[in-house]
């Protein structure tokens, strides 16, 4: 609900950590469908994560490095990038929509979403 405002991001060496935050202005009654984003120069934007009622997603180039998590009670979405990658190198953004539909096959449809944060820089270098 509302605005979204991303922090965390940075520059690291290949083989490094990250952890991004996402910070909601406000918390909301309905379910949701909270999910980050991210744009390399050239690129369009893709689906990173997604996390929806305890359910998560995530796209194949980033399964088994990258946790998304929540903390509903101070409504703070959390995405922690493990053995960075240069090609993980982006402008990494939050977004949310109403969680109907939100599941394995649409969660990372960009034109479901309502809102976005401004975006937080990721630097991978080799």
């Known amino acids: 609900q509302g605005q979204l405002v991303e922090s965390g991001g940075g520059s690291v060496q290949a083989g490094g950590s990250l952890t991004l935050s996402c910070a909601a202005s406000a918390d909301t009654y309905s379910d949701y469908c909270m999910s980050w984003f991210r744009q390399a120069p050239g690129k369009e934007r893709e689906g990173v994560a997604g996390i929806s009622s305890g359910t998560t997603y995530y796209a194949d180039s980033v399964k088994g490095r990258f946790t998304i998590s929540q903390d509903s009670a101070k409504n703070t979405l959390y995405l922690q990038m493990n053995s960075l990658k240069p090609e993980d190198t982006a402008m990494y953004y939050c977004?949310?929509?109403?969680?109907?539909?939100?599941?394995?096959?649409?969660?990372?449809?960009?034109?479901?979403?309502?809102?976005w944060g401004q975006g937080t820089q990721v630097t991978v270098s080799s």
């Open positions: 977004a949310s929509r109403q969680a109907a539909s939100c599941n394995t096959w649409t969660w990372a449809y960009i034109s479901r979403y309502n809102y």
